[in-house]
């Protein structure tokens, strides 16, 4: 019989903190049905660049919620975190994978990870980075287990790390 | 008391007179034999210490001396009965009588000595000196009152006087400070200035279909341009602010690795191409309780100043780890390091190392760095050869309200 939907962001920390990671956070995830409604608190909005906010952490995980303006992109980044689920909850974000190579970062390709999706990006420790192309503010609901502790930054200054080029604003 | 003589002209009786002069003197008379005891006194004495007519014949002259004092006063009769002589008793010492009723009043008291038949006799002037006494006890009180009040008004003009000093001398700093920033942003505004004109010059240049590129380009080079200034005006005024008081640590706990996820994904947009920014976070420990902004300010002036001063392609590293109660924050670079002749000036207001002249900067940052650490209770210290300097920067891990 399947497990019942999860219809709030308060049962959805109840059930992470109940199991472990690797074994059951993909499957808690996928019966995901929390309203924007409930998530709405969470939400901080910055125009120079996107927003981090923490909905619950512990030993184990942290549950993060990342507001992208128009046009707002992420660091080509990675981190220590083994395991990380990445859920869009509002607007899309396109996914940019990389892999360093012998004359520097190499692009993987791209996904797209729209609302409503039933797949969720799961990163581990490889390169990438997330941009909203806009024209529409974008959320997404990130679980990191263990909690990051690492966060390395490539290729900072240049052009591909730079901030997407803004989109239509609100 | 015998004793009478004659003169040829007055015929005049000197023993009455002598006996009334002692009965009606305005002062006590006693006088004791060699043992002490009374034998003769004016009714001024027995009144003075509050006895009776005839009361004190015979009695020891100790009755008339406070208890505490009875003791020594023997000591002191038995030596002038030795050596007599006309003198002030007690001098240099506050001397007492007691009364009948066995209050103390203070007392002056003249001796001198005579014999009769052989027996040698000491007679004692008193004179009651309470009036006295109390006017200068009172005088003495206002003296000291006054005395205390000269103290008071002096240490409060002094104070005063401090204060106007300091104030002075503030005034005087941010005047300088004032002067120092008009001088420090004509020379640094100069080069954003003409390079944001030279942008806006060829933008209005720019048609057709290429021109979007180029246009995005020159807007790009314009907000950053915008933002070292903007950056310059927040370090002049964040100083300022520091120096009128104005800045007060507000601690909160705060979670150091968000924050610094955070930071580093802001400042990653000012690094020069190909620099990587690496943050790392020792510690199961997370949480700190500190003042957000002023954390948050050391961090972003040290990262920026390793951006800067560093080359392209260039590792930058933060590290945090919490220890003991500690936090301890380091940031590493291998750009081209502080010149060993600069490194005593590096945290004076406006000082710019020597190789680092041509490189936009107040040379205000890390004067505020030190101000903000002093504030929580932190401390500063860094190593530089060219390729490798850290700044390590150590605060409480919680910090008291």
């Given at each position: 019989?399947?497990?019942?939907?999860?219809?709030?962001?308060?049962?959805?920390?109840?059930?992470?903190?109940?199991?472990?990671?690797?074994?059951?956070?993909?499957?808690?995830?996928?019966?995901?049905?929390?309203?924007?409604?409930?998530?709405?608190?969470?939400?901080?909005?910055?125009?120079?660049?996107?927003?981090?906010?923490?909905?619950?952490?512990?030993?184990?995980?942290?549950?993060?919620?990342?507001?992208?303006?128009?046009?707002?992109?992420?660091?080509?980044?990675?981190?220590?975190?083994?395991?990380?689920?990445?859920?869009?909850?509002?607007?899309?974000?396109?996914?940019?994978?990389?892999?360093?190579?012998?004359?520097?970062?190499?692009?993987?390709?791209?996904?797209?990870?729209?609302?409503?999706?039933?797949?969720?990006?799961?990163?581990?420790?490889?390169?990438?980075?997330?941009?909203?192309?806009?024209?529409?503010?974008?959320?997404?609901?990130?679980?990191?287990?263990?909690?990051?502790?690492?966060?390395?930054?490539?290729?900072?200054?240049?052009?591909?790390?730079?901030?997407?080029?803004?989109?239509?604003?609100? | 008391m015998e004793g009478s003589t004659s003169s040829e002209a007055g015929k005049l009786d000197l023993g009455r007179i002598g006996l009334l002069l002692f009965r009606n003197a305005a002062e006590g008379l006693v006088v004791v034999d060699e043992r002490g005891t009374i034998r003769l006194h004016n009714p001024r004495l027995h009144s003075m210490f509050g006895y009776e007519e005839g009361e004190l014949d015979e009695r020891p002259i100790e009755v008339l001396i406070p208890?505490?004092l009875r003791a020594k006063h023997v000591a002191h009769r038995t030596a002038y009965h030795k050596h007599p002589a006309p003198r002030m008793m007690g001098i240099g010492m506050d001397l007492r009588g007691k009364r009948k009723d066995?209050s103390v009043f203070p007392v002056e008291i003249s001796l001198n000595h005579f014999t009769v038949e052989d027996r040698m006799f000491v007679m004692g002037l008193v004179t009651d000196i309470t009036l006295r006494y109390?006017?200068?006890?009172?005088?003495?009180?206002?003296?000291?009152?006054?005395?205390?009040?000269?103290?008071?008004?002096?240490?409060?003009?002094?104070?005063?006087?401090?204060?106007?000093?300091?104030?002075?001398?503030?005034?005087?700093?941010?005047?300088?400070?004032?002067?120092?920033?008009?001088?420090?942003?004509?020379?640094?505004?100069?080069?954003?200035?003409?390079?944001?004109?030279?942008?806006?010059?060829?933008?209005?240049?720019?048609?057709?279909?290429?021109?979007?590129?180029?246009?995005?380009?020159?807007?790009?080079?314009?907000?950053?341009?915008?933002?070292?200034?903007?950056?310059?005006?927040?370090?002049?005024?964040?100083?300022?602010?520091?120096?009128?008081?104005?800045?007060?640590?507000?601690?909160?706990?705060?979670?150091?690795?968000?924050?610094?996820?955070?930071?580093?994904?802001?400042?990653?947009?000012?690094?020069?191409?190909?620099?990587?920014?690496?943050?790392?976070?020792?510690?199961?420990?997370?949480?700190?309780?500190?003042?957000?902004?002023?954390?948050?300010?050391?961090?972003?002036?040290?990262?920026?100043?390793?951006?800067?001063?560093?080359?392209?392609?260039?590792?930058?590293?933060?590290?945090?780890?919490?220890?003991?109660?500690?936090?301890?924050?380091?940031?590493?670079?291998?750009?081209?390091?502080?010149?060993?002749?600069?490194?005593?000036?590096?945290?004076?207001?406006?000082?710019?190392?020597?190789?680092?002249?041509?490189?936009?900067?107040?040379?205000?940052?890390?004067?505020?760095?030190?101000?903000?650490?002093?504030?929580?209770?932190?401390?500063?210290?860094?190593?530089?050869?060219?390729?490798?300097?850290?700044?390590?920067?150590?605060?409480?891990?919680?910090?008291?309200?």
């Amino acid at each position: 019989m399947p497990l019942p939907p999860i219809g709030s962001i308060r049962d959805l920390v109840r059930e992470l903190m109940k199991h472990d990671a690797n074994n059951a956070f993909t499957g808690i995830l996928s019966r995901y049905a929390i309203p924007i409604e409930d998530l709405q608190r969470y939400f901080r909005w910055n125009n120079k660049h996107y927003t981090r906010t923490c909905v619950h952490r512990n030993a184990d995980f942290e549950l993060l919620v990342i507001c992208y303006e128009p046009g707002q992109a992420t660091s080509i980044h990675d981190y220590d975190s083994q395991n990380a689920w990445i859920h869009p909850v509002m607007g899309e974000v396109e996914v940019e994978r990389y892999a360093m190579g012998e004359h520097g970062l190499r692009s993987l390709g791209a996904d797209w990870l729209r609302t409503g999706s039933p797949d969720l990006f799961r990163t581990g420790s490889a390169i990438h980075r997330f941009v909203n192309h806009g024209p529409a503010r974008a959320v997404t609901l990130n679980l990191y287990a263990k909690p990051l502790s690492r966060w390395h930054v490539y290729e900072a200054g240049s052009s591909k790390a730079r901030t997407a080029p803004p989109g239509p604003r609100r | 008391m015998e004793g009478s003589t004659s003169s040829e002209a007055g015929k005049l009786d000197l023993g009455r007179i002598g006996l009334l002069l002692f009965r009606n003197a305005a002062e006590g008379l006693v006088v004791v034999d060699e043992r002490g005891t009374i034998r003769l006194h004016n009714p001024r004495l027995h009144s003075m210490f509050g006895y009776e007519e005839g009361e004190l014949d015979e009695r020891p002259i100790e009755v008339l001396i406070p208890d505490a004092l009875r003791a020594k006063h023997v000591a002191h009769r038995t030596a002038y009965h030795k050596h007599p002589a006309p003198r002030m008793m007690g001098i240099g010492m506050d001397l007492r009588g007691k009364r009948k009723d066995g209050s103390v009043f203070p007392v002056e008291i003249s001796l001198n000595h005579f014999t009769v038949e052989d027996r040698m006799f000491v007679m004692g002037l008193v004179t009651d000196i309470t009036l006295r006494y109390d006017a200068e006890e009172a005088l003495h009180r206002t003296n000291q009152e006054l005395e205390e009040r000269v103290e008071q008004r002096t240490a409060e003009l002094r104070n005063a006087e401090q204060s106007v000093r300091e104030a002075l001398e503030k005034e005087r700093e941010l005047h300088a400070l004032k002067g120092r920033f008009v001088s420090m942003a004509s020379h640094e505004f100069r080069t954003p200035l003409s390079t944001i004109m030279s942008s806006v010059d060829l933008i209005g240049r720019y048609t057709g279909n290429e021109a979007e590129g180029k246009v995005g380009k020159h807007v790009a080079r314009i907000r950053t341009k915008v933002r070292e200034m903007t950056a310059m005006l927040n370090e002049f005024l964040s100083l300022e602010r520091i120096e009128q008081g104005q800045v007060e640590c507000n601690p909160t706990p705060l979670d150091i690795v968000d924050l610094c996820i955070g930071l580093i994904e802001e400042l990653r947009q000012l690094a020069r191409p190909g620099q990587s920014l690496d943050y790392d976070h020792t510690a199961d420990e997370r949480s700190v309780t500190l003042d957000h902004q002023m954390l948050n300010n050391v961090i972003t002036n040290l990262v920026t100043n390793a951006i800067k001063y560093s080359h392209d392609k260039d590792r930058i590293m933060l590290r945090t780890v919490i220890a003991d109660g500690r936090l301890s924050i380091s940031v590493m670079d291998r750009g081209m390091g502080i010149p060993l002749e600069d490194q005593q000036h590096l945290f004076e207001r406006f000082f710019r190392g020597s190789n680092a002249t041509t490189i936009q900067g107040t040379g205000l940052g890390l004067n505020l760095v030190k101000r903000y650490l002093e504030t929580m209770n932190g401390t500063i210290e860094f190593t530089s050869i060219p390729g490798n300097t850290v700044f390590t920067v150590r605060l409480p891990q919680h910090l008291g309200k």
